[in-house]
């Protein structure tokens, strides 16, 4: 079965520096979604992306996450002066069909910031 | 808000007992979801009931929704240890699905 691959599977950063997490979304999939799963908390959805733009982002998504789809595979999120409170989990999910259909995850990257 | 609230927050069961979760929600809905996260990884989707709908079965999962209430229940009939996660409700308004804190089941062999 197709899968939603993410990586890396953790990564630690220093404070105030740059990081980006990769997704491999479902090869037929169109509609992508970052989300943050902060230990123990539930998960919190950060954006959404069609069509090489992003049709919804949360308030938790502002001026320091971008996303981007370099190419026909991957998909980034990029957070660009990590803060202590970025350590959490990020997972990437992908959808073939817009309205609220089952999404597929990838089993997340832990983020650490140190 | 739209989000959903599971209850209860932890259920610990043996082997073979059946498993009920619950989630309220708040707002009017499209659609209710129901997913399950093991230990360290991402959600898997187990069922999605939509709003014009009040039963759904699938293998050992039966889904009930009552929207004039505005609550589901998750049921895991003969639970197995394997089934040791966290379940997790994502009501559907628009398209993004907004998760509760889930329900953290164990399930003892």
């Known amino acids: 079965e197709p899968e939603v691959t993410q990586t890396p599977s953790h990564q630690v950063t220093q404070m105030g520096q740059e990081v980006i997490l990769r997704c491999v979304p479902i090869?037929?999939?169109?509609?992508f979604y970052w989300y943050r799963q902060i230990l123990g908390q539930k998960v919190e959805f950060l954006v959404s992306f069609y069509n090489n733009e992003i049709s919804e982002k949360s308030e938790i998504f502002d001026d320091q996450f971008s996303v981007e789809r370099p190419d026909g595979s991957n998909f980034t999120l990029k957070i660009r002066s990590t803060k202590l409170e970025d350590s959490a989990m990020y997972f990437c999910?992908?959808?073939?069909?817009?309205?609220?259909?089952?999404?597929?995850f990838g089993d997340g990257t832990r983020l650490s910031i140190l | 808000s739209q989000q959903g609230e599971e209850d209860p927050q932890a259920l610990s069961i043996q082997e073979g007992e059946n498993a009920t979760m619950n989630c309220s929600y708040k707002?009017?809905?499209?659609?209710l979801q129901w997913y399950r996260q093991n230990s360290g990884r991402g959600l898997v989707h187990l069922i999605l009931i939509r709003s014009n709908e009040r039963e759904k079965h699938s293998g050992r999962l039966r889904v009930t929704l009552d929207t004039s209430k505005k609550s589901s229940s998750l049921l895991i009939t003969a639970s197995r240890a394997a089934d040791t996660a966290s379940y997790f409700c994502?009501?559907?308004?628009?398209?993004?699905?907004?998760f509760g804190r889930g329900t953290s089941l164990i399930v003892h062999p």
């Open positions: 707002t009017s809905i499209n659609n």
């Open positions: 999910a992908s959808s073939d069909v817009k309205g609220g259909q089952p999404q597929h």
């Open positions: 994502a009501t559907v308004g628009s398209y993004i699905p907004t």
């Open positions: 090869s037929n999939h169109l509609y």
